[in-house]
Structures are given as structure tokens and as C-alpha cells.
């Protein structure tokens, strides 16, 4: 083994195996920058230490509130009027929770390795290829060398690819594919389903047109049908995900006669001319920004100017999607100045699809946010989860927000600076479904466990290894606990979204021989079966749809937290069992096992509670369709 004097070597998981393997054959302090090395390091038993130790949280909330200040970062150009078509900048169009994420996560880098470095003051560096200009930036140095990785081998929506989820008998897994074939072929196979079907909005159509954006047509099913019962044509945009990926979807559009747009018929010769010439001027213009010293002020923190590190990122990404920018801008324009579409109503106005529509209408289109998840249901945590809401990070574009129930009302009227007259209150359309399944629930046996997993975000910025290290740890010791007791079928439901948490816990779970683990598997089902759940949240602004769905079915519902944050407030007057520390849950599960009357309290306090969650409980669609026809 080779000793090198105070050098250091800094480990990532692009690193291959053969240069790991090699790098490790030196004798010098080993710092693992992620949670997949430092997993390798403890099976090479390799003492080593993580670069998440090396930034405080308060470090982290000071990065956190910069990132926010960055979201509007193309309004400090020169000249803006270069990137705009159509009045809307072409650089405001990248979903900024995207853009906050990728930009949080450089700069928790960047900031951590500073602090490293003033801290360890190593003479020599081991650092991957990818983290190289990190180093250059803070060090001024020829004591660098540089580690052979797989640079390009990042996954997830700041890529080409798109990850894709299946399950195979037990266990559930992944697989990535290209943006551009999964858009070719969803392109083919709706085109030959809706013409089949005809599912397709006519052009010829003359009815006024309620449009769904990027709606799941299995969760919002009994909206579209009670939507359909009104004097408009329902159409659904749906870009992301197909609108019709199972029967059932179709079958729900065909009962409906709702239609589904294609975007297609509203690119002709003309707007493709048009597009060809904008396309050209805004590469030229595009090209000439990313070398402009501009940019190196503009994002520039501590007097480090970050720039070089997030350049050829965010350079490919507006390279890549400009195409799609533009082509949208020119078809939904076309679609919205020869229909008449009267409403439009989003789930959020983050998305790419989102965000360009709600830029794109004019003043005579009624704009309507859904609240699409269960975030706040005890004023305890408010002043805890409104630095991670949306509405805080982005403000609100709709003209109208509709929301669940009295609970998110206050929630609002004390936190934004949303106007009373903007909040509406409608129920959740997509849970009326949940008032008509016959529960399953036994109450004098539990025998079924539903565990439902959040995955850790990476929006706050405090999610770092030893939050992973931990997760792993409560989960392992739950399992554990509840094999301790005879005759529990276990079953696992991972978040559905893409999320690079979601594979470390796959992994984990592999592992798990007695338990049947779900991702895409439709929750419903699930909670009817379950006689109690058990919900992991790794952060408090983050409480998970899936525990209201419980509660509206009457399951006894456990929320483990494993946010520090909890301590700090009171106990929770909630259905929901609030427990932080893992010996509390042993007490907790055996109690909520063994004691038939303990249970049937819980379940009595959850009807109350409801109604503070929930107005119009299954009758929200038709109270949507009430509300929307008035406005």
C-alpha cells in the first residue's frame, strides 16, 4: 500500500469499480461524497468519512433560500427581449423545481468540498473527473489528480431518459429509455388508439372546452364523467404520461365522449415555416448566452462564481428541449386561438406543460389550480412546511385555487399572499372513488401491514447520506419488529414517481425475502386489503396522500417521521400516530396489535378529522362542476 502525506482522496459513485478498487490501494484520509460509496467503502472496510458532515444545516437553508432567489435568473440579462417568442421567455420555460433541484445540489457540492478543504488543507487530491472543476474553482492547485468516472451516466429528468417501473412476481423494478423513443413510440400507439376509438378532439368542434392538463385518467376518472355531463366538450392534454395507458382509461374517455388533443393537427406548413425561422434565431441567440461573462456574475455566490459548474447542464438541457419549447408554444397557440376553450384546470403550474399553457392563454380563460396531494393537516407544522410548499417557491399563476378542505383554506389565509377570493374550496374530486369501496378492515385481528414508503426529495436540500443511513435503519428495525409477531402478511408500497431514492430502496428491499414489494400498483387495492399502515416520512413537509386515503377507509394509520423537526412541536391532535423514535413504535405497534378498543378509538377519531380535510366528501365532483359553471 502506497502512503501519500496529507493528501485526500474524494470518492463518488461514477467512479467504475477497477478505479475505486485501485484508488483504495493508497493509504489517505477517504471521504465518500454519496451514499453508494460510502455503502462500498463499509464493505471494503474502509474507514472513511462523508462530505454531507462537512456542511451545517443552517448552511444548507442559506443555499436553499439563494437557490429561490435564482428562479427568475434570465430577467437579469441585458437584453431579454433575445429569448422571447410570442412574448414569453424561452428560458423561463424549464420547470423551476427542476432547475432548483439540479442548481441546490451543485452548490451543497460545492459548498461542502469548500468547507473540506479550509478544514483538511490536504497537499495532494484524489478526485473523480466529474468533481474536478469543483476543486479547481476553490483550490488553486497542480496537486490534483484526477480519477477516471462515468461522467454521463446520470439518470432521471435532467436527462434523456425516462425511468419505467414494472414488477416482477414480488419485487419491482427499473429500467431507463431515451426521451425521444418513449415519445416516438407513445406517439404511434395513441395515434392508432384514438383513431380506433375516436378519441381524438375534432378540429370541427364548436362546443366550448373544458381542458384537463396532464390528468390521470384512472384517478380522475368520475370527474371527466361528471364533467361530461355539462355543455362543454371535455378535452385531456397530456404530454408526459398517455391518457389512455389501459383500457380502463379508454373506456372511461369513451363513456364519457371526452376528448383527447392532438397537438399534431395544430402544426401545419405555416406554423412549421415559422417555427424553422424562430428555431434558428433563438439557437443563435441561445449559443451566444452561454458564452456571455454575464452569466458568470448572475450566478455567482460568495464571490464564486458557480457558472462552470452548471454551464454545460443547463446548456444541454435548453439545446435539448428547445425544439419542444417552441413546437408546443406554436400548437397550443394555434389550438387555443381556433377553439374556444373557456377553462383550464392543472394539478400544478411547475410543469413544462403547465407552465407554457397558463403563459400562453389570455385574459378570457378561466385558469384553475387542483390541489393534487395531502400536505398539511396539523397547524403544529405550518410554519415547518411552508418554506417547501409550492405555492411559496412559485406564488400562484391561476386565477383560482381549488382546494380540499378547511384544513388547506387556513393553511393559505395564514401562510400566502394568495386573495381570499382566489381560494375555493371543492373537496378532492379524485377521492369521491375512495367512499365507495367496501373496507376490508377486521378489528379484531391484524393481520395485513401496509408500509408505504416516501422517498427523501431532494428539494429541501437537507436530505444527505445519514438521512439514507437512517432510513435504512427504521425500516430494517420495522421489519424486523414485525416479523417478531406471528401470522403478519407484510406488503410494501414504494412512492410512484421518479425519484433516485426510490432505487436505494428497491435494493434494500431485494433483500427482503417475506414481503411483497409494490411501486406502480394501484393503492386502492392495497389499503382495502390492509388492516393497519405504516407510513415512513423522511421529511415534514412531505406527509404523503397515501395516509388521507387510509383514513378515508378507516385504517389505523402510523406515521414514522424521521425529521429532527418533530421534537420541537407539540404532540400532534391528529388520527394519524406521530412517532419519531424507533423505540416508541415497538410500543406503539404492539399496543395497536394486541388492543382491540385502543384501535377502535383511533378509528373513531378519524371521521371528525375528516371533515377537516375533506369538504364534500364524494360529492366533490359534482361540487366541482357546480363551482366551475358559476365562475
Given at each position: 500500500?502506497?502512503t501519500i502525506?496529507?493528501s485526500?482522496?474524494?470518492?463518488d459513485s461514477s467512479?467504475?469499480?477497477y478505479e475505486?478498487?485501485?484508488i483504495?490501494e ?12 460510502h455503502?462500498?467503502l463499509v ?7 462523508l462530505?454531507?458532515?462537512?456542511l ?7 443555499l ?15 437584453d431579454n427581449?433575445k ?12 420547470s423551476p423545481?427542476?432547475f ?6 451543485v ?5 461542502s468540498?469548500?468547507?473540506?478543504l ?9 478526485v473523480?473527473?466529474?468533481f474536478v472543476q469543483i476543486?479547481?474553482?476553490l483550490k ?5 489528480q484526477?480519477i477516471?468516472?462515468?461522467i454521463n451516466s446520470?439518470?432521471?429528468?435532467l ?14 423494478y ?7 423513443n418513449?415519445?416516438r413510440l407513445?406517439?404511434i400507439y395513441?395515434?392508432i388508439?384514438?383513431?380506433?376509438k ?5 378540429r370541427?368542434n364548436?362546443?366550448?372546452i373544458?381542458?384537463l392538463v396532464e390528468f390521470?385518467?384512472s384517478s380522475?376518472g ?9 355543455k362543454n366538450?371535455?378535452v385531456?392534454?397530456?404530454r408526459r ?6 383500457k380502463?382509461?379508454?373506456d ?9 388533443l ?12 415559422k417555427?424553422?425561422?424562430?428555431k ?18 448572475i450566478?455567482?455566490?460568495n464571490n464564486?462564481?458557480?457558472?462552470p ?14 425544439n419542444d ?9 394555434n389550438f ?6 373557456k377553462?383550464i384546470v392543472?394539478l400544478n403550474?411547475?410543469g413544462?406543460?403547465?407552465?407554457i399553457?397558463l403563459?400562453?392563454?389570455d385574459?378570457n380563460v378561466d385558469?384553475?389550480?387542483?390541489q393534487?396531494s395531502?400536505l398539511?393537516y396539523?397547524s ?13 417557491m412559485?406564488g ?13 383554506l387556513?393553511?393559505f ?5 394568495i386573495?381570499?377570493n382566489?381560494l ?16 376490508s378492515?377486521n378489528?379484531?385481528?391484524i393481520?395485513n401491514i ?21 432510513y435504512n ?5 420495522i421489519l424486523?419488529?414485525?416479523?417478531e ?14 425519484n433516485p431514492h426510490?432505487?436505494?430502496l428497491i435494493?434494500f428491499?431485494?433483500n427482503?425475502s417475506?414481503i411483497?414489494?409494490?411501486q406502480i400498483?394501484n393503492p386502492n387495492?392495497?389499503i382495502?386489503?390492509?388492516?393497519l399502515m405504516i407510513?415512513?416520512?423522511p ?6 396522500t397515501i395516509?388521507?386515503?387510509g383514513?378515508l ?6 406515521q414514522?417521521s424521521?425529521d429532527?423537526?418533530?421534537?420541537k412541536?407539540?404532540?400532534?391532535k391528529s388520527?394519524?400516530?406521530q412517532?419519531s423514535?424507533?423505540?416508541h413504535?415497538?410500543q406503539?405497534i404492539s399496543k395497536?396489535?394486541?388492543?382491540e ?9 378519524i ?10 366528501q364524494?360529492?366533490?365532483?359534482a ?8 365562475i
Amino acid at each position: 500500500m502506497t502512503t501519500i502525506r496529507n493528501s485526500l482522496i474524494i470518492l463518488d459513485s461514477s467512479i467504475p469499480s477497477y478505479e475505486f478498487n485501485k484508488i483504495l490501494e493508497i493509504d489517505s484520509d477517504i471521504i465518500a461524497v454519496d451514499y453508494e460509496t460510502h455503502t462500498k467503502l463499509v464493505n471494503s472496510n474502509k474507514k472513511h468519512e462523508l462530505l454531507d458532515n462537512y456542511l451545517e444545516e443552517n448552511e444548507r437553508i442559506d443555499l436553499y433560500n439563494f437557490v429561490l432567489s435564482k428562479y427568475d435568473w434570465y430577467k437579469n440579462l441585458s437584453d431579454n427581449s433575445k429569448f422571447e417568442f410570442n412574448k414569453i421567455n424561452i428560458l423561463s420555460l424549464m420547470s423551476p423545481l427542476e432547475f432548483h433541484e439540479y442548481v441546490l445540489g451543485v452548490l451543497i457540492k460545492l459548498q461542502s468540498i469548500k468547507n473540506l478543504l479550509e478544514i483538511k488543507k490536504p497537499a495532494k487530491i484524489f478526485v473523480s473527473e466529474k468533481f474536478v472543476q469543483i476543486i479547481k474553482l476553490l483550490k488553486n492547485t497542480n496537486k490534483i489528480q484526477a480519477i477516471k468516472s462515468n461522467i454521463n451516466s446520470e439518470k432521471g429528468f435532467l436527462t434523456d431518459k425516462i425511468e419505467l417501473r414494472f414488477n416482477l412476481f414480488s419485487k419491482p423494478y427499473l429500467f431507463y429509455v431515451s426521451k425521444k423513443n418513449y415519445t416516438r413510440l407513445k406517439g404511434i400507439y395513441e395515434n392508432i388508439l384514438c383513431k380506433a376509438k375516436n378519441l381524438w378532439l375534432d378540429r370541427k368542434n364548436t362546443k366550448d372546452i373544458i381542458l384537463l392538463v396532464e390528468f390521470n385518467t384512472s384517478s380522475y376518472g368520475e370527474l371527466i364523467k361528471t364533467l361530461s355531463k355539462s355543455k362543454n366538450q371535455i378535452v385531456l392534454l397530456n404530454r408526459r404520461r398517455s391518457a389512455i395507458w389501459n383500457k380502463a382509461s379508454v373506456d372511461i374517455l369513451k363513456n364519457s365522449d371526452a376528448k383527447i388533443l392532438n397537438l399534431e393537427k395544430y402544426f401545419d406548413t405555416k406554423t412549421k415555416k415559422k417555427f424553422t425561422l424562430e428555431k434558428e434565431k433563438l439557437n443563435k441567440n441561445l449559443h451566444e448566452l452561454w458564452e456571455s461573462k454575464e452569466l458568470f456574475s448572475i450566478f455567482t455566490i460568495n464571490n464564486i462564481s458557480f457558472w462552470p459548474l452548471i454551464k454545460n447542464r443547463l446548456k444541454k438541457i435548453y439545446d435539448y428541449r428547445l425544439n419542444d419549447y417552441l413546437k408546443f408554444m406554436l400548437q397550443s397557440s394555434n389550438f387555443l386561438n381556433s377553439q374556444n376553450v373557456k377553462k383550464i384546470v392543472c394539478l400544478n403550474e411547475s410543469g413544462e406543460t403547465e407552465n407554457i399553457l397558463l403563459q400562453t392563454i389570455d385574459k378570457n380563460v378561466d385558469s384553475i389550480l387542483l390541489q393534487h396531494s395531502f400536505l398539511r393537516y396539523n397547524s403544529e407544522l405550518k410554519k415547518l412546511q411552508w418554506r417547501y410548499e409550492d405555492q411559496n417557491m412559485l406564488g400562484l399563476t391561476s386565477k383560482k385555487f381549488f382546494l380540499w378542505g378547511n384544513s388547506d383554506l387556513n393553511y393559505f389565509l395564514e401562510n400566502s399572499k394568495i386573495q381570499r377570493n382566489q381560494l375555493i374550496i371543492s373537496g378532492s374530486p379524485r377521492h369521491d372513488q375512495f367512499l365507495q369501496i367496501k373496507s376490508s378492515l377486521n378489528s379484531h385481528t391484524i393481520k395485513n401491514i401496509l408500509i408505504t414508503l416516501s422517498p427523501i426529495s431532494e428539494r429541501s436540500g437537507l436530505g444527505d447520506t445519514n438521512l439514507i443511513i437512517k432510513y435504512n435503519y427504521f425500516l430494517e428495525k420495522i421489519l424486523k419488529i414485525l416479523n417478531e409477531f406471528n401470522d403478519l402478511k407484510i406488503t410494501v408500497k414504494l412512492h410512484p414517481g421518479e425519484n433516485p431514492h426510490n432505487s436505494i430502496l428497491i435494493d434494500f428491499l431485494k433483500n427482503q425475502s417475506n414481503i411483497t414489494v409494490f411501486q406502480i400498483k394501484n393503492p386502492n387495492e392495497l389499503i382495502k386489503k390492509s388492516d393497519l399502515m405504516i407510513n415512513i416520512s423522511p421529511e415534514l413537509y412531505d406527509s404523503s396522500t397515501i395516509m388521507l386515503e387510509g383514513l378515508l377507509l378507516r385504517k389505523p394509520v402510523i406515521q414514522l417521521s424521521l425529521d429532527d423537526e418533530l421534537s420541537k412541536v407539540e404532540p400532534l391532535k391528529s388520527p394519524i400516530i406521530q412517532i419519531s423514535e424507533i423505540e416508541h413504535f415497538e410500543q406503539v405497534i404492539s399496543k395497536i396489535i394486541n388492543d382491540e378498543i385502543y384501535r377502535k378509538e383511533i378509528i373513531e377519531q378519524i371521521s371528525n378529522k375528516l371533515n377537516d380535510y375533506l369538504s364534500f366528501q364524494g360529492n366533490s365532483n359534482a361540487k366541482f362542476l357546480e363551482i366551475i359553471e358559476k365562475i
